[in-house]
């Protein structure tokens, strides 16, 4: 029973990345799933959630309007669509459901 995180890099400020969570062992149909970030030297804090139940999704307000969460059922997977990427954008990010957590994949912005 894992999630595996996947997708993360290094890119210019004002570039996208993509991140993958695919799980493994389990389905998370019937649960909200959602994507966290740490950054150096900073708590992890969510980022956003999707339900399962009608698509309700949350953002944080430093990602609003350049983040969409998404997930595919079918698949077992959620995604995270990362654009207009900022260097404060640089941390971990996690994905969780239910009481699981992914590994975490490195974000990396430069300026």
């Known amino acids: 029973v894992q999630l595996q995180a996947s997708g993360g890099g290094l890119v210019q400020a004002g570039e996208s990345l993509t991140l993958s969570c695919t799980a493994s062992g389990f389905t998370h149909d019937d649960f909200a799933v959602a994507w966290f970030r740490q950054g150096p030297g900073k708590e992890r804090e969510g980022v956003s959630c999707i339900s399962s139940a009608d698509g309700c999704t949350y953002y944080a307000d430093s990602v609003k309007g350049r983040f969409t969460i998404s997930r595919d059922d079918v698949k077992n997977t959620m995604y995270l669509q990362m654009d207009s990427l900022k260097p404060e954008d640089t941390a971990i990010y996690y994905c969780?459901?239910?009481?699981?957590w992914g590994q975490g994949t490195q974000v990396t912005v430069s300026s």
């Open positions: 969780k459901t239910k009481s699981i």
